[in-house]
Each structure stands twice: as C-alpha cells, then as structure tokens.
C-alpha cells in the first residue's frame, strides 16, 4: 500500500496545476496524481477553444470573475515562460443587430467591474479589425488570447514532477473512504492511503464526490461541443477571435470564429446534449450514463423549462445538420459558402446541474475533513486555472 500526504485524482489543467501549486508552497510533501487515461489532459483541458479569456462574461462577484482576470494574465505569463505557444490577438464580442447593443453595453459593465481590459468600438473600427464580419458594434478585449492548453497541462506536471511529484497513468480510482486520520484510494491497479485528497476529475465529479458523501444534491450533465474549422485557403477571412453577443440565460458563447495558436480557424463549439459523459460523436451512447442522467430529478427539472429546451433543440440540429452551423458563422462572417466548413474535433463540458434544475455556473468546491472536491470546473476554467489552485492549495493548508 503506497501512503501519501496528498493524492490528486484528475490529470486536467486543475488537478495537475493543484497539485503543482500545492508543492511550490510546501516542497518536502509527499504527493502524486492518478489520472485513468494513458495520458495527462486527454479529456476537457485539450479538447477545448484554447481561448485566454479576459472577464467580461463572469457575473461579478462570483468565484470566476474574481480569478478569470489574473488568471488570464498568469496563464499568458506562463506560457511565455514555457515556451507554451500563444498568440496575443484580442477578441471581439459582435452585435450582429442594433438589439444586442445592449448585451455588449452589459459585458462591458462587466469587465470593467471584474477589472478587465474591454472597450466598446463602433462598426467602423470593427471592420478595421475584421475586414470580413458583419456587425453594428463589438466590444474588444485585447488581452484575448490563443494558447496550446495541452502544452500547458504538460509544462506544469514537469514542474510538479521536477518538485518531486509522482504520476500514476492508467489508473482508474474506483473506491473512496474517508475515516479519521487518512483517506483510503481504491484504484484498478492498487490502493493508497493519503492525508488529504483532492479530486479534480471533470465529468465525474460527482460520482467521485458522492463516494464521500458530497455533492449530493449535483448531477454532471455533459454537453458536447462539436467544432468544425475553415479550410486552409479561407482561414484569412479571421483575424483573431470574433464571438456573437451571448445569450446571458445560459452559460454558452454561441458559435465563434477562432484562430488557434497553430494558425487554424476554429468554428463552434456548439452544446448539444451528449449521450454520455465521454459520448464525443452522436452514434457514441452509454446507456449507463443516460440511465442514471434520466433517474436524476435535476435533469428533468432542468429539461421542464422551456427556455432549454428550446436551446437544447437548436444545438441538436446544429449537430445534425452542418448547414445550421454555416447558418449561424454567416451571421458573423458573411462571406463564408458551403465547403468552406470542415468537420474538426469535439470537447464534452462537464456541467453540472443542480436539484433545482439549474445549470451551475460558477466554480464550485465541496469538502469535507480530509477531501476537497472540484465540481464545477467550468469554462473557463483553463483561464481561471492558475489563481484557482492557489485557492485549493489554501484549503489543503487547512488541513497541514
Ligand atoms: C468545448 C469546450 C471549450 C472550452 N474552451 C475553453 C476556452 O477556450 N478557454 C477556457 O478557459 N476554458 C475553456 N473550456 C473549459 C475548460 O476546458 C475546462 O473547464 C477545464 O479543462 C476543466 O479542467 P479539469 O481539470 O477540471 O477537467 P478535465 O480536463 O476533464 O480533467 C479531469 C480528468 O480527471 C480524470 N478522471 C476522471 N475520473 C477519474 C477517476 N475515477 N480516476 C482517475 N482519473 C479520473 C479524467 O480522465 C480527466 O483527465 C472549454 C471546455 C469545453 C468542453
């Protein structure tokens, strides 16, 4: 039986970025991390935008509005340091009608309340910026930025493990007991004992925070964002990131346009519900998954309001029929015709859902004694990263 003070459980940005801060803080600790797939960030931290956002959409006050702006900053910080590839090239949120002026105007009042860099331009200086969208007015924060989110996952554990910090791949944690003095780790291939443990495990949160009695009012609900990209000879119709006004009654950007880091031009996600938690194609379906999503009273509430199910009906044909995904990019850039979209990958968002139905928006931690259990690491959490494990380090000090 392997003993540690720390287990981590979770090889995504936020349990290797935890893990990584917690021994910065305290060097001599014994710690490791236990992730089941073969590799660190297989699942949401690189199958994603690799946006930095910048906080003009976080409501202020919450969790991620107060870590989103230093976090976009330590996360670019970083990635110079790492030689992490990044391209600092701003985003613009458009409004595509006279009618989302006043999404813009309430972004705008957001950002400058969470203490972002935004800036509310005309039409003119928009097409200066992006000759190509379509517009009446933007709202451009210019510390937006693209970055290879994997690189970074992977910078980080060498810092973990250049800290002494041990990696156990391959390895599904399966059972959990808390008694008194020690947590019991139950993996497929073992069991450890730890101080204190941290779970940081994306799309199964809750069932890993139910083994301890937490959470229990939460189900993981996932939703798949499936992206297309432009073909190579139209990706210089995008500059950098244009994003439609969102729809502020649910937490999803809509469908952008977005330069990677490595020169593509992303088109999506869109957040269609998925028929399980690693369903990353429509003809992938756990039952399993969707058996115990249709026994959970907070799924059927969240499905009885109507304003989802609306939403919820746009995303499926815009998962099933790709003209609908054309449909919408053209209302940011109308220029783009069929063919000018390929399909490209798809991330699974780990939402979680409360017993009144709602979505929960903002990072959320449970804990009890001796563990500490990330919920809702939700976008964007790769932006929040950085100051939000400072903020899990100071948890588990409770506990030193
Ligand atoms: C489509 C999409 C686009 C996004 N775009 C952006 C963006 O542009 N910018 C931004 O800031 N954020 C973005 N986000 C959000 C961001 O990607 C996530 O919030 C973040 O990656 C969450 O990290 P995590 O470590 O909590 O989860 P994950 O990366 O999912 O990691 C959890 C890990 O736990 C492991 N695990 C689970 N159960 C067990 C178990 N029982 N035993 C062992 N290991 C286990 C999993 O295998 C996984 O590797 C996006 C998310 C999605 C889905």
């Known amino acids: 039986m392997e003993n540690f003070d720390l287990v981590v459980v979770g090889g995504g940005i936020i349990g290797v970025a935890a893990l990584r801060s917690c021994l910065k803080r305290h060097p001599g600790l014994k710690a490791c991390l236990v992730e089941c797939e073969p590799e660190l960030a297989a699942h949401q931290s690189s199958r994603n935008s690799g946006v930095v956002h910048v906080g003009y959409n976080q409501k202020p006050g919450t969790i991620k509005a107060k870590f989103v702006v230093e976090g976009s900053r330590r996360l670019r910080q970083f990635c110079r340091e790492h030689k992490v590839p990044l391209v600092e090239d701003g985003i613009l949120v458009v409004a595509r009608d006279e009618s989302e002026v006043q999404v813009l105007d309430e972004l705008h009042k957001r950002g400058l309340a969470n203490g972002a860099v935004v800036e509310l331009i005309n039409q003119d200086r928009l097409l200066q ?23 970074v996952v992977l910078a980080l554990a060498d810092d973990a493990r250049a800290l002494g910090a041990q990696f156990y791949l391959s390895e599904q944690v399966i059972g959990l007991a808390e008694d008194t003095n020690t947590v019991r780790i139950e993996t497929t291939k073992r069991t450890f004992t730890t101080k204190i443990l941290v779970c940081a495990a994306g799309l199964y949160a809750d069932r890993l925070a139910h083994k301890v009695g937490l959470g229990k009012r939460y189900q993981m609900v996932p939703f798949r964002g499936e992206y297309h990209e432009l073909v190579p000879e139209r990706r210089s119709l ?35 519900l998925a028929m399980g938690r690693e369903s990353y194609k429509n003809t992938q379906v756990n039952f399993g998954d969707l058996l115990e999503m249709a026994g959970s009273p907070s799924f059927w509430k969240l499905f009885a309001s109507a304003d989802f199910r609306e939403v919820a009906q746009k995303e499926w044909k815009k998962s099933l029929f790709a003209s609908e995904v054309l449909k919408e990019a053209q209302q940011l850039l109308p220029e783009l015709r069929t063919g000018d979209l390929v399909p490209s990958r ?39 990263s950085l100051p939000f494990a400072d903020h899990i380090v100071d948890l588990i000090e409770k506990r030193l």
């Not at 809509?254 to 957040?271: C, K, Q």
Request: proline share 8%.
């Open 129 to 151: 910026m992006e000759p190509h969208a379509s517009g009446v007015a933007a709202l451009s924060a210019p510390e937006g930025a693209s970055f290879d989110p994997r690189a």
């Open 238 to 272: 995008v500059r950098s990131h244009i994003y439609p006004a969102p729809n502020l009654k649910f937490p999803f950007l809509g469908v952008h346009l977005s330069r990677t880091f490595d020169g593509r031009v992303l088109v999506g996600p869109g957040a269609v």
């Open 346 to 384: 798809a991330g699974i968002r780990a939402q979680l859902v409360s017993d009144s139905g709602q979505l929960v928006e903002d990072l959320t931690i449970e804990e009890s004694a001796l563990t500490i259990q990330v919920l809702n690491a939700v976008s964007p959490a790769l932006t929040c």
